[in-house]
């Protein structure tokens, strides 16, 4: 954004015959769409960035229920391959997580820049850049979702063998 030094030098300047014109002066500077967008795009990136922390926060929870409590629960052959798959499937959305957090700062500071300094980068390259994220940001979310379905699985299939064992200690 200009500093209101900068519009007073271009409040001050008089009208000449040589001088720019409006739309020559607009394009040095953002009007009042651009800015708009600019700041929808801020806004939607600290929103990303929020949603980012609660699925670090959940990641941090899942892998500690799957490596502490459910693959202790499901010794069996047959369970323990899902298990390494889920805790697998842990350790890219973790690293997906990571790398995403590090495009939205990075994001972030690109509109800052480019909200302050219109010459900072292009508005387009920007847009670009948040299509991208967003693209990035689904394709996470669904996996996420993938992997919690997984998990609900491995819990539930190491909930009904806990069970099992009770009622067999039981007989």
């Known amino acids: 954004m200009p500093t209101n030094k900068s519009k007073k030098k271009m409040a001050a300047r008089p009208a000449t015959k040589g001088s720019a014109t409006r739309q020559e002066t607009s394009s040095t500077t953002f009007g009042d769409a651009e800015k708009s967008i600019l700041n929808q795009m801020y806004s939607v990136t600290k929103h990303w960035q929020s949603d980012m922390k609660f699925f670090y926060d959940e990641l941090l929870f899942f892998k500690n229920l799957v490596d502490k409590y459910i693959f202790m629960n499901l010794l069996q052959e047959s369970n323990i391959a899902s298990s ?13 997580q990571v790398n995403l957090g590090r495009k939205l700062e990075e994001h972030i500071k690109h509109l800052v820049n480019l909200i302050e300094n ?47 064992k009770h009622l067999l200690k039981g007989q």
């Open 84 to 96: 390494q798959k889920t805790t697998a499937e842990l350790l890219k959305l973790d690293n997906q």
């Open 118 to 164: 219109p010459f900072s980068h292009s508005m387009q390259e920007c847009k670009d850049e948040h299509v991208m994220l967003e693209t990035a940001i689904a394709n996470f979310v669904n996996d996420f979702r993938s992997a919690k379905k997984n998990i609900f699985r491995l819990a539930e299939t190491a909930i009904n063998s806990q069970k099992s």
